[in-house]
């Protein structure tokens, strides 16, 4: 059944007050201090048709109305506007002023992002790093080491750097090392990161000498592309989800909690960002992890140009403010897909 304007205004209030103050909404608030233009048992008898069609519940039966994860996802789907709204002057000011100043390593700027957008929401910030596979070589550098090993360095397009250990059946010189390095960018700048070892595998430009460091790097390369490509996740405000204002018991909580701590889990979470589109809110039981289910979680991904890369969310109680979260969500996705351009450049 669909909400007529009226029940629609209705439960669009009692969301935003209940997220504002975290107690049921009961009809006379409705009517007297969010301007419902109708009267009390008017009201009344529209909250408890919203309640029979599972948009709101009653603790008990003489209480407010609280919203259901049926009723959040209304809300979110049925937002009065083309777009969400600007978000206010401060948490403007704190994401834009976060981002004036310059960053070299795109690692900075994500840690500096999962703390701000944490501290603008008042919840918890992902973000992870764009997978290293997807990377593009910008610089490929070989350093030698006191021990005989040769330091291995993947700088990528997006600032990200990679390292490596190559272990050499002979030591090279580092005017070698050097020579060697820069014949491999010549011919491997450009290239998307999982390529790289493919294309070591093969025999080099005509002209070249066959070198056999190269199948000693090309498997070390494989090593780190294949490998934990979903570590860097970076996280800020974790303390946020520790408070009675978010969760009614910390057992929840904690339920949060240890999931944000198991990268693999998380990775699992933030790449639907990737798979199904650039913003996606999860409310309540959509998300496929039972400790999840009393949270709502926005997420986005950012990218360089056209390819989506990287992605972030924000993660808090169902009682969240949605236009504030997705609105900096999506600044602050765009602020680093900014980033991304500038630092390919």
Known sequence: MMLDSRKGAILRAIVREYVRVGQPVGSKALTEKLGIAVSAATVRNDMALLEDLGYIKRPHSSAGGVPTDKGYRWFIDNWPGP??????????????????????????????????????????????????????????????????????LLIADTGLVEQGLVDLPESRTEQELADFGNALNSELVGAVFEELALKLASPPPVGQPIDPMRALIAVEIQRIVTGGTWERIYRGGTANILTREKFSDLETAGGVVGVLEQPMVLAALLGRAQGEGTMIVLIGQEHPIEEMQACATVLASYGLGDQRRGTLAVIGPTRMDYPLTISAVNLVARSLSGLLDDLAS
């Open 83 to 152: 777009a969400w709204p600007a978000l206010p002057p401060g948490p403007q000011r704190a994401i834009s002023g976060a981002f004036e100043h310059g960053f070299y390593a795109l690692e900075e700027a994500l840690d500096m992002t999962s703390q701000v957008l944490s501290e603008v929401t008042e919840a918890v910030a992902v973000v992870a790093a764009p997978p290293s596979r997807e990377n593009r070589l910008r610089r490929l550098e070989l350093l030698a080491r006191a021990d005989g090993r040769v330091g291995l």
